[in-house]
């Protein structure tokens, strides 16, 4: 009996940094993983979700899925004291 095939949503890793290390998460499995710098969190995260992915039921992966929340693109205007990634402060 073969495994059962679920097509997945698009994945995203979200890295912040804790203290030494970089903190990599996976929003929509909710899977986590770290690193000394943010290539090797994302490299750490990428074999964690799929080692995850590989031993997970079809059913768990549905579950994971439902509990999380729904990661989309956040399109806003520029505001104008914003310029190519540097914000102006005021006084």
Do not use: F, N
């Not at 997970?56 to 579950?63: L, V």
């Not at 693109?73 to 005021?90: H, M, Q």
């Amino acid at each position: 009996m073969g495994r059962e095939s679920i097509a997945l949503p698009q994945l995203s890793a979200v890295i912040t940094r804790e203290g030494k290390w970089h903190v990599s998460t996976c929003p929509e499995l909710g899977i986590a993983s770290q690193g000394g710098s943010r290539d090797e969190a994302l490299v750490m995260l990428q074999e964690a979700v799929k080692l995850w992915l590989t031993h997970a039921s079809a059913m768990e992966i549905r579950r994971h899925l439902r509990r999380r929340g729904q990661v989309k693109p956040l399109v806003i205007e520029t505001p104008p004291a914003v310029s190519r990634g540097k914000a102006t402060a005021y006084a």
